[in-house]
């Protein structure tokens, strides 16, 4: 395993991008009208938590996971919900909090379903983006790092639900790797 970016790197930038969150969301944003902050499981768990604690807004948090791997017969861009969001979006703004963007199908689907949900505006923070992965066009509001074209474990990306708990960012060099 070869480390892409250090614990210290990370802290560095979740602390960064919540100040930038801040910025945005923080100013006039009453607590009765909190940011619902939306985590797509499972890998961005630890990012979500490490973000958020940062986050001065007042805020709420949902989580929402997908499936888009090993669906039968499934083209791109379909999606099935595992887990929904208990919150209501209608006329909030929502924030999703994703790992990693690489092809960019599941979450354009994503942002487009809350947008449909009535959200009074979607926007995106991505620890990750592999934009040379990029299949369709999704806007990153606040991005953490932008990454080559590999598979990355650790700091709640996995394989085969192994390496969540490392605490940096490495490149998956195993025999098995996919």
């Given at each position: 395993?070869?480390?892409?970016i250090?614990?210290?790197?990370?802290?560095?930038?979740?602390?960064?991008?919540?100040?930038?969150?801040?910025?945005?969301?923080?100013?006039?944003?009453?607590?009765?009208?909190?940011?619902?902050?939306?985590?797509?499981?499972?890998?961005?768990?630890?990012?979500?938590?490490?973000?958020?604690?940062?986050v001065?807004?007042?805020?709420?948090?949902?989580?929402?996971?997908t499936?888009?791997?090993?669906?039968?017969?499934?083209?791109?861009?379909?999606?099935?919900i595992?887990?929904?969001?208990?919150?209501?979006?209608?006329?909030?703004?929502v924030?999703?909090?994703?790992d990693?963007?690489?092809?960019?199908?599941?979450l354009?689907?994503?942002?487009?379903?809350f947008?449909?949900?009535?959200?009074?505006?979607?926007?995106?923070?991505?620890?990750?983006?592999?934009?040379a992965?990029?299949?369709?066009?999704?806007?990153?509001?606040?991005?953490?790092?932008?990454?080559?074209?590999?598979?990355?474990v650790?700091?709640?990306?996995?394989?085969?639900?192994?390496?969540?708990?490392?605490?940096?960012?490495?490149?998956?060099?195993?025999?098995?790797?996919?």
């Amino acid at each position: 395993m070869r480390i892409l970016i250090s614990q210290e790197q990370l802290e560095r930038r979740v602390s960064e991008l919540a100040r930038e969150i801040d910025r945005d969301y923080l100013s006039g944003r009453r607590p009765d009208d909190p940011l619902i902050c939306v985590g797509v499981l499972k890998g961005s768990v630890f990012f979500v938590s490490d973000l958020l604690k940062e986050v001065k807004t007042p805020l709420a948090v949902d989580f929402f996971q997908t499936s888009s791997y090993g669906i039968r017969g499934a083209h791109r861009g379909e999606l099935r919900i595992k887990k929904d969001i208990d919150l209501s979006v209608s006329g909030r703004d929502v924030l999703i909090l994703e790992d990693i963007v690489d092809t960019g199908y599941t979450l354009r689907t994503v942002l487009d379903l809350f947008r449909f949900r009535g959200a009074r505006s979607v926007k995106l923070c991505a620890l990750l983006d592999k934009a040379a992965a990029r299949e369709v066009e999704v806007p990153i509001d606040y991005c953490g790092f932008p990454i080559e074209n590999a598979f990355v474990v650790g700091y709640g990306l996995d394989f085969d639900e192994r390496y969540r708990n490392l605490p940096y960012i490495g490149i998956y060099e195993g025999e098995a790797e996919p």
